[in-house]
């Protein structure tokens, strides 16, 4: 079974390009260089006053999500550069189990 972890963060809208170099810089690195992950999505919608950033990661195990975010998997991992952006950062990420649109191989 492969499990998505979602994490959700908002920026003002004139920051959304500059955050999503932040990210894919630092979350998207290492999240792709940790062994059973299996992709990565990075979503982002904007309007007049804020950007909404959805981070889907595709893995293997929580065993493999552990190897990632520590063994409170539940928690959201930051990066010191999403402090000049972040209007909030939420504490906790989701997990879901994939059952549909995804080819394990």
């Not at 919608?45 to 595709?58: K, Q």
């Amino acid at each position: 079974m492969v499990i998505a972890r979602t994490w959700t963060g908002r920026t003002k809208a004139e920051d959304a390009e500059a955050y999503t170099k932040v990210v894919l810089d630092t979350g998207i690195v290492d999240l792709k260089a940790t062994p059973g992950n299996r992709g990565t999505l990075l979503l982002r919608r904007t309007d007049a006053e804020e950007a909404e950033f959805v981070l889907i990661s595709l893995w293997d195990s929580l065993e493999s999500i552990k190897a990632f975010a520590g063994e409170e998997v539940d928690l959201a991992r930051y990066y010191p550069e999403d402090d000049p952006y972040l209007l909030e950062k939420a504490e906790k990420v989701v997990h879901y189990d994939v059952v549909s649109g995804f080819k394990a191989e």
